[in-house]
């Protein structure tokens, strides 16, 4: 297979700046993949989703009965990310977690940020992430965001924007390690002729940051990975952190508080727990605190956190800066917080809640992506450009029955990385997730989940809606 | 080590070893009927009873014949001991253990339960003797993986209960069908027809080359055949055998020495084991050999209970009290 007669069109393309020439971080690759014999590139996809398939690599989808598991598609063209432009980005999160970390900590203690009226107070405490057994918390080290994925998307400019921001349990990264196992034993020689920064060191980094959690007077601290259980979308990345930390996978049913302690049930019987990485909404955690019909929490865990007897990662409350109305205010934060300018753009974004903007966003659906400030995995939004007029009127219904809950952005023109589709290359749409560790100080992983949308022309890349992923290649500064 | 993480070890290698020894029956009942003369009735009814399961079957299938027990057995989701099910629950349980258990006990899994999935879908019955011997296989090589993949610590023990009580059970289950229904033809001692069933027997167990080694004897008689299934001290597939190992496991994750006890699984487990011991298979047939059976499967069945409470529902009570938002 060859690039001759690939063509990157109007769209900013992360491997090609125009047909037929290479961008200086992709060159290399594509000499590389030209060589190949015929044939060679598909037997080689081929046998990397096998790869794949055995290693179990797997997500669950909701609400379908059979078949709920379905393997994670890959492709096996990577993503190229220049040296250059990962300092950018990975400057541009470190303040952006920075900012955010101190606003949720503002905002359950002191709240400075709304009595100086930069963020209206009424926002906050109609955000359902915003819990209020939260307020007055003062998390270990000050650090309640230890883990955030934050989704980045580049426009036909090639110009970087934040899309979301996801603290509460962001997934993921288990893809991108096992993308990276996958392609170095696909194509062994290209890694050893391209500098591509090593991604391996993500679980160490991932288990230092917890343990660096736990009371400084517990010499062995006892880790854990909490799971809603074999059912949730993300379990195999549960499982897979876990044993690539070597800690406990637990549930909510293993734990328990015993004498003001959290223990898990052991066959040797109790054994106390003092760090917990959760991957489990917060509301579901404590049953006695947050949604009282949760079976997957510990009754009682929160009275046990609050006295300083366990620590949890992400901490509870976090969750209030996935809400898509809050992300619009983050370069404000950063300047409030930090005193500095964002170095990573959002994108411009309506919000509903404030009439002019409404009145702007109803008038204009057929342009704009419309997106409800508590959802994830691309449900609960309008992509106008592909929308029908009966959806559009849907859509503003909804949004005028409750304009707090929505928000608008223009329709990005997403860069694209060649892909195999079928037999030959096809430009496809791609977002990028790079996972940010904040434990003694803030650690941006190399690279992240390059998600693609493998449907031509679609611009949804989530894996609930048919996208796949690739490899994320960062490349070593020279 | 977590008391759900050892459940789920236990109970994915007891799914496994129950497959296995459903793909052993018909292997065998198959090879059985070729052999036999065509006026002979097939058997497949004794197939369903050593399952215990008759009454699902009678329910959902109605006349014992080779279609019906083949689907019964192997690929029927609805029914619970299936191949199919077994599988599947393999894999489930293997799942919820994913980051204890070896990637490659995983991996083996995994494509073990696509090979029965996959098979499932369409299978021409003369490809049926193959897919069952892969089955056998597969469950060979998930033992040999387990052993030589993840340490010899608590878990692996756990394991070892799990697959050697489920192949107590089992060895006991088949004994007790092919002893009822080949006891009718003992007046008939000589006729190849009596002879094939009780090589079949062994057959189906992988016994019939180890016991012809160990008696020494050219004679394949149904109190020697019931002596090596039950009480032969060595041969891995014998109630003896399983008893002695699952009490070896249990002592090994409690550290009390043999021939002690200090919880009572270790207690039922060590009687099951001892009684079997001084057993000779004379006593059995004389006090009957279904009898004998059938408190052979409650006493297993105990030992099963005995661990469950023992090591792995150690909830305390006060977390039942669980705050639901009930009106």
């Not at chain 1, 300092?87 to 900590?105: C, M, P, T, V, W």
């Not at chain 1, 906050?124 to 998307?153: E, F, M, N, Q, R």
């Not at chain 2, 009873?49 to 279609?67: L, V």
């Not at chain 2, 019955?125 to 010899?152: K, Y």
């Amino acid at each position: 297979m060859r690039f001759d007669t690939y063509d990157p069109e109007h769209f900013y393309d992360e491997l090609f700046q125009s047909s037929q020439t290479p961008r200086p971080q992709g060159q290399v690759l594509i000499d590389k993949i030209h060589r190949l014999p015929d044939g060679e590139l598909l037997q080689r996809q081929r046998a990397a989703q096998e790869a794949l398939c055995k290693l179990g690599a797997t997500f669950n989808v909701y609400g379908e009965t059979e078949g709920t598991e379905r393997v994670f598609p890959f492709d096996v063209i990577p993503r190229v990310i220049s040296a250059q432009d990962w300092n950018f980005l990975e400057q541009g999160l470190k303040q952006r977690i920075h900012a955010l970390n101190s606003f949720i900590d503002d905002i359950y203690n002191d709240q400075k940020i709304l009595k100086d009226k930069i963020i209206p107070r009424e926002l906050i405490l109609s955000a359902k992430g915003y819990l209020l057994p939260c307020i007055g918390l003062k998390p270990a080290k000050g650090v309640w965001c230890h883990i955030t994925g934050t989704d980045l998307v580049r426009d036909s400019k090639g110009q970087w924007y934040v899309l979301e921001d996801n603290l509460r349990c962001p997934s993921g990264i288990s893809y991108v390690l096992e993308n990276r196992q996958v392609m170095k034993s696909t194509f062994p020689q290209i890694f050893k002729e391209i500098p591509i920064q090593p991604v391996d060191e993500y679980p160490s980094r991932l288990l230092a940051t917890l343990i660096h959690l736990a009371p400084n007077t517990i010499s062995r601290p006892t880790v854990v990975v909490l799971t809603p259980g074999i059912y949730n979308s993300a379990y195999f990345e549960h499982s897979y952190l876990a044993q690539q930390m070597g800690i406990e996978l637990v549930e909510g049913r293993d734990l328990v508080v015993v004498d003001g302690y959290l223990q898990m049930q052991t066959t040797k019987g109790l054994q106390q727990v003092d760090v917990i990485y959760r991957r489990l909404d917060d509301d579901f955690m404590d049953p006695t605190v947050f949604r009282s019909d949760s079976q997957l929490g510990i009754p009682g865990l929160m009275e046990v956190y609050r006295a300083g007897r366990v620590a949890i990662a992400n901490a509870p409350g976090t969750g209030i800066a996935d809400d898509k109305v809050i992300y619009a205010y983050v370069p404000d934060m950063i300047k409030y917080y930090l005193d500095e300018d964002p170095i990573l753009a959002n994108v411009p974004t309506y919000l509903c809640w404030e009439d002019q903007q409404l009145q702007h966003v109803l008038a204009n659906l057929d342009q704009l992506v419309v997106k409800s400030a508590n959802e994830s995995g691309g449900y609960g939004m309008l992509i106008g450009t592909q929308s029908t007029e009966a959806e559009r009127q849907e859509f503003a219904q909804r949004i005028q029955a409750n304009p707090r809950n929505y928000i608008a952005q223009p329709t990005l023109c997403l860069s694209r990385v060649p892909t195999i589709l079928g037999e030959e290359f096809s430009g496809c749409h791609v977002d990028l997730r790079p996972y940010i560790l904040y434990g003694q100080d803030i650690y941006v992983h190399p690279g992240g989940l390059t998600r693609v949308a493998l449907k031509k022309g679609s611009l949804v890349v989530n894996s609930s809606q048919g996208g796949g992923s690739k490899d994320t290649w960062v490349l070593c500064q020279e | 080590m977590l008391s759900r993480v050892a459940d789920s070890i236990y109970w994915l290698n007891r799914y496994i070893e129950r497959a296995e020894n459903v793909a052993r029956f018909l292997e065998v009942n198959l090879n059985l009927i070729l052999d036999l003369p065509t006026r002979v009735q097939q058997q497949w009814q004794p197939l369903v009873a050593t399952t215990g399961d008759k009454d699902f079957f009678d329910q959902h299938y109605g006349e014992a014949n080779a279609e019906n027990v083949i689907q019964f057995l192997t690929f029927d989701p609805q029914y619970p001991n299936s191949l199919m099910s077994c599988l599947q629950k393999a894999r489930e349980n293997a799942r919820s253990v994913r980051e204890v258990i070896s990637t490659e006990m995983w991996q083996h899994i995994n494509a073990f339960y696509w090979l029965v999935a996959n098979t499932a879908k369409d299978l021409a019955l003369a490809d049926l003797n193959q897919f069952l011997e892969d089955v056998r296989q597969a469950s060979h090589l998930f033992a040999g993986i387990m052993d030589a993949t993840i340490s010899h610590n608590e878990g692996w023990h756990f394991g070892q209960m799990g697959r050697l009580l489920e192949r107590a059970d089992k060895t006991s289950r088949i004994l007790d069908v092919k002893y009822f229904m080949l006891l009718p033809s003992l007046k008939h001692v000589g006729m190849p027809i009596d002879e094939l069933g009780w090589i079949a027997l062994l057959k189906s167990t992988s016994a019939y080359e180890m016991y012809r080694k160990r008696s020494n004897r050219h004679l394949i008689t149904p109190a020697e055949v019931a002596d090596f299934l039950i009480l032969d001290p060595d041969f891995p597939r014998s109630i003896r055998f399983c008893a002695a190992q699952v009490e070896r496991s249990l002592h090994l994750v409690s550290g009390s020495p043999l021939g002690s006890w200090c919880n009572p699984a270790e207690r039922s487990i060590g009687r099951l084991r001892s009684e079997l011991e001084f057993l000779t298979v004379e006593e059995i047939i004389e006090g009957g050999m279904h009898q004998f059976l059938d408190r052979l499967q409650q006493q297993i069945n105990q030992v099963d209970q005995e661990i469950f409470k023992t090591f792995l529902d150690r909830r305390p009570i006060h977390t039942h009290l669980q705050v639901q938002s009930q009106s």
